[in-house]
């Protein structure tokens, strides 16, 4: 790109030129995101079963149904229970691990490796691994439980149990991620700040909060971006370890999807709620944003 | 002398424990997983009992019949070219959009970021359609498209982030200088992203080397297929051999790991310079 | 560095064109196996193909192993206009599938079809949509070693109230007594396919309703009783809704768990984890002493090919020569489960004196593949689940029912 001073040079001498740069990128999601989903929606009107070569249309009544289903339904207070579930946590346990790692002591480097780890792993496996830990007759938790002399434990056959179960391990699973992000959140703060408190007189907590957490603000942003939609999105985890069970009662509205698609054979409806899950998660991403975007600005 | 240090010691035992806590629970997935791989499918003892003998038979099968060492290099070829594409678009598309505020661009960053949030299952048939009409099933391209376009939103949201969080006087000094946006781009503004890019390469560089549900519609050929649905293969719905999935696992998690290993310092050294704004 | 990068790239790119580019004038056969990569059966697929392409040089035939879901494979793929050449129906080869498979009729082989197989199988004006492998007899599979400890014998159990019985002295001998897969969520379905035909065809015979869209309201209220009357005598596993049928055929192996219906493979399963454990399966019980117990027939591992294959010539090659004697017993022995067709004899080790003994009784098909609307198997798992976990009463389960069939019903003429 030498100083060629010819037309397209001089188009981006104008600002708004650059606007291209980000085509490529919107040509890839119109043909890899878009297309997909305006089928869908288009599915989503439909009777399809999901493979066969005809089906009619039946207007909005896959829509009117969803509000009467009551799995559905349940399925929608799952997606936010994992969704914020897990986000609350991972900001939890990845803040305070990471203050304390901020700190230089023997073995460090060893517990941020370890932490980290299991992000590194497969959501799959990571769920299998903890299916054979919680088994009600093999499990490695139940082991314990009889050597303590008590009964065994369905830990994955009670919703509530199940439930909680999913939510710990999506979050022990990536609270690495949101370590490294407060970590180097942390890092990046001056420590004049805490000097100037301290001469102040402020109390550890009184720093924590008028310093640590205005600073951190940004990392708080990205981190809980990537959490609560890793969590609301949330599959694989739900599949190998619940499979939606006992019944339907820990099913999010991806899992149901995957049970109405291709189990019921109904995919016009299934379809529908993958329209309904893209709005839900769109709402409750951009309010979030707004919100905490706003947080900012008031510091 | 960091003042940051907690002083009193009540703070410092609690969260040393935690820490410890935090280890162990981290860890005991990964003994379970070695526990499993070196025991036979016979061995019905604990899952906490170390395994009696060396056995390795669960590594020669994943190995021989899961064919795993194939689908570590598919996956390296899959994610070191999606990784290239996730960076270099990402870049590009980051700059306009953190330097333009205009409505219209706010519009294009926020569908963006609402492009991250389609669970892939709901676009699967309609993609699995259009990959066949364009030939695009069972081939590397096809999948590096799709998982391209899977993480390019984070990759998006990162560096535009980061270009916010760069000072504009320093384009407004080339722009007089006579350079165009181009150039300003080339020159100010990609050799700073190197600490944002690690980021963006660790972070998006899991999820393409793990992605399940796709790729094991997309590459169906077990000559193609990538490590995830590679372990996947050893679960059907009437049979399962964990201890062949979990060698396939270990192996399948280990050049992350060293890689990992390896990036460490650099990562979070990209993370504190890219300051995550 | 930027160099070294570009060169990378360009090398990746290399490798990519000639990785996707095939040689001309081959003949490629896909074949989706719905087993996994290191099941005895893909093992045998694998050998068998190349040994089939060694005959026939032009042919190039890819083996996909499956993963837990077969079923969704299948379907995206038939829903793109791209199936496979060849796939395993899953016993679905007439019910579902039949629009998009050859009928193979006409084959060399199919005249040998197993005689369990032809109600099952065969078409109205006798079409054949699949090639089976090997015909599926299921009862109830038993540990004999839990079963000894209760002081159970399986002939003395004929009617349901029976079963009841021998469960709970199982329970009183520590025994979890029957064992059901609600995790794998498919297997709570077999009640119905086990317990309704005791119902609905050898006590009630209410065929001609079923298939001509009278859904029997008290027939399957008294189906769903039976499974009701499992749940509250605390019979069933407490881990019902977190097993796999992997667990429940590690329970089989161990002795713990005296009963499970489910097809044979959860047998076979338990004795690759203990070789020498002592596991059959017995008939199904009826509702009264005066009716007689039977054995659930039909297809398992079952071939169908494409329509629209482009291979169409070859993949019946591949077919015919799966189906050769030799061939087809090895297939079948690996499977340990009778051949689909009666040229071939197969050794059933362990499984041969329960294989034996159900030659003495009636065979009836899978209840809802032969009676039951395609599509519906679904809201059958769903509302036998919500009995089993007390989430729907039996009157709100049959009424959902009724409403799924008779959508379903409508749908499909």
């Not at chain 1, 006992?246 to 379809?271: E, K, M, R, V, W």
């Not at chain 2, 980021?199 to 193609?224: C, D, H, R």
């Not at chain 3, 009826?286 to 007689?292: E, I, L, P, T």
């Amino acid at each position: 790109m030498e100083q060629r001073k010819g037309w397209l040079s001089q188009l981006f001498f104008k600002k708004e030129a650059t606007n291209i740069l980000y085509v490529p990128a919107l040509i890839l999601f119109a043909v890899f995101t878009f297309y997909p989903l305006i089928y869908g929606l288009k599915i989503s009107f439909t009777n399809w079963n999901g493979y066969s070569q005809n089906y009619g249309y039946v207007g909005f009544l896959n829509y009117i149904e969803l509000f009467k289903d009551k799995y559905f339904l349940n399925a929608i207070k799952n997606t936010l229970i994992f969704g914020f579930g897990c986000t609350i946590f991972q900001q939890i346990i990845g803040l305070a691990v990471a203050i304390t790692l901020d700190h230089k002591f023997f073995g460090r480097n060893f517990s941020r490796i370890v932490i980290y780890l299991p992000v590194l792993v497969s959501p799959v496996i990571m769920g299998i691994i903890y299916y054979l830990f919680l088994h009600y007759n093999y499990g490695a938790l139940n082991d314990i439980v009889v050597l303590l002399g008590y009964e065994r434990i369905a830990w994955l056959s009670k919703e509530n149990w199940a439930l909680i179960a999913i939510v710990i391990v999506n979050t022990l699973q990536f609270c690495g991620i949101s370590m490294i992000i407060y970590l180097a959140g942390l890092q990046n703060i001056p420590d004049m700040y805490y000097e100037a408190a301290k001469i102040d007189g402020a109390t550890d907590f009184q720093a924590f909060k008028y310093i640590t957490i205005p600073f951190l603000y940004p990392a708080v942003i990205t981190s809980v971006t990537i959490n609560l939609i890793g969590g609301l999105k949330l599959f694989d985890v739900i599949k190998v370890l619940t499979n939606g069970g006992p019944g339907y009662s820990t099913n999010s509205i991806s899992t149901l999807i995957d049970i109405t698609y291709f189990n019921a054979q109904n995919a016009g409806y299934a379809s529908s709620m993958g329209v309904f899950l893209f709005a839900m998660i769109l709402i409750v991403t951009i309010t979030l944003h707004k919100v905490l975007k706003k947080g900012e600005v008031e510091v | 002398m960091k003042i940051k240090k907690i002083q009193n010691l009540h703070w410092k035992i609690p969260a040393g424990l935690m820490v410890l806590l935090m280890i162990f629970l981290q860890l005991v997935p990964f003994y379970i997983t070695l526990a499993v791989a070196f025991k036979p499918k016979t061995d019905l003892s604990s899952r906490w009992m170390i395994p009696t003998s060396i056995y390795f038979d669960n590594f020669l099968t994943a190995i021989s019949r899961g064919r795993i060492l194939t689908a570590m290099l598919n996956s390296l070829l899959v994610t070191s070219v999606a990784i290239l594409l996730i960076c270099l678009l990402g870049a590009f598309a980051g700059y306009p959009l953190a330097r333009i505020k205009s409505r219209f661009n706010k519009i294009v960053l926020m569908t963006i970021l609402g492009v991250m949030m389609i669970p892939p299952l709901s676009v699967l048939v309609p993609l699995y359609s259009m990959m066949n009409k364009i030939n695009g099933v069972n081939t590397y391209w096809g999948i590096i498209l799709i998982v391209t376009t899977g993480q390019l939103p984070l990759s998006v949201f990162l560096y535009s982030s980061f270009i916010s969080s760069i000072p504009v006087e320093l384009e407004e000094a080339a722009l007089l200088d006579g350079c165009n946006y181009i150039q300003i781009f080339n020159r100010i503004i990609l050799p700073l992203l190197k600490p944002v890019t690690a980021s963006v390469i660790i972070l998006t560089g899991i999820f393409v080397w793990n992605e399940y549900q796709l790729s094991l519609y997309i590459l169906s050929s077990p000559a193609k297929r990538t490590i995830a649905p590679a372990i996947g293969a050893f679960f059907s719905q009437s049979s399962s051999n964990l201890g062949a999935a979990a060698a396939a696992a270990l192996l399948g998690v280990l050049p992350l790991v060293v890689l990992y290993l390896f990036l460490q310092k650099y990562f979070i050294k990209g993370m504190i310079d890219s300051a995550l704004k | 560095m930027k160099k070294s990068l570009l060169l990378v790239l360009v090398a990746l790119i290399a490798v990519l064109m000639t990785a996707s580019c095939s040689s001309s004038g081959e003949k490629k056969i896909e074949f989706m196996t719905g087993t996994g990569v290191d099941t005895p059966l893909f093992a045998l697929y694998e050998t068998l193909a190349k040994e089939f392409e060694a005959k026939n040089k032009n042919v190039k035939i890819e083996l996909i192993p499956s993963s837990t879901n077969h079923e969704g494979e299948v379907k995206t793929r038939l829903a793109s206009g791209d199936a496979p050449d060849i796939w395993m129906t899953h016993g679905w080869s007439k019910g579902r599938y039949a629009e998009y498979l050859v009928d193979l009729s006409k084959e060399k082989w199919a005249k040998d079809l197993q005689n369990g197989l032809k109600p099952v199988m065969l078409g109205k004006n006798g079409e054949l949509y699949a090639f089976p492998i090997d015909l599926d007899i299921a009862g109830i599979i038993y540990s004999q070693t839990a079963l000894d400890a209760a002081g159970v014998s399986i002939d003395s159990i004929n009617t349901w109230d029976d079963f009841i019985a021998a469960c709970e002295k199982l329970k009183a001998a520590g025994k979890t007594p029957l064992a059901v897969a609600g995790k794998d969520r498919w297997p709570t379905g077999l009640f119905i396919d086990w317990i309704a035909p005791g119902v609905m065809i050898t006590q009630n015979s209410k065929e001609a309703d079923l298939m001509s869209g009278k859904f029997p309201v008290a027939e399957w209220k008294q189906t769903l009783d039976v499974v009701a009357k499992f749940r509250d005598k605390g019979i069933m596993n407490k881990d019902y809704s977190s097993a796999t049928n992997n667990d429940i055929a590690m329970g089989l192996a161990k002795g713990d768990v005296g009963f499970t219906m489910c097809m044979n493979f959860v047998a076979m399963q338990a004795f690759e984890l203990k070789p020498d454990a002592k596991i059959g399966y017995m008939q199904v019980p009826v509702m009264s002493a005066n009716d007689k117990p039977y054995y659930v027939i039909g297809e398992k591992n079952a071939l169908g090919i494409w329509k629209d294959s482009k291979s169409l010539k070859e993949a019946k090659a591949f077919i015919s020569f799966l189906a050769q004697k030799d061939n087809l017993t090895k297939l079948a022995t690996s499977v340990g489960s009778p051949a689909g067709l009666s040229t071939v004899n197969v050794d059933l080790k362990q499984l041969t004196a329960s294989f034996e003994r159900s030659t003495k009784f009636a065979g009836q098909p899978y209840f809802d593949r032969v009676f039951m609307p395609n599509g519906a198997w679904d809201a059958i798992v769903a509302t036998t689940e919500g009995v089993v976990l007390k989430q729907m009463s039996i009157d709100e389960a049959v009424a959902k029912m009724k409403s799924e069939y008779e959508k379903l019903y409508n749908q499909q003429k």
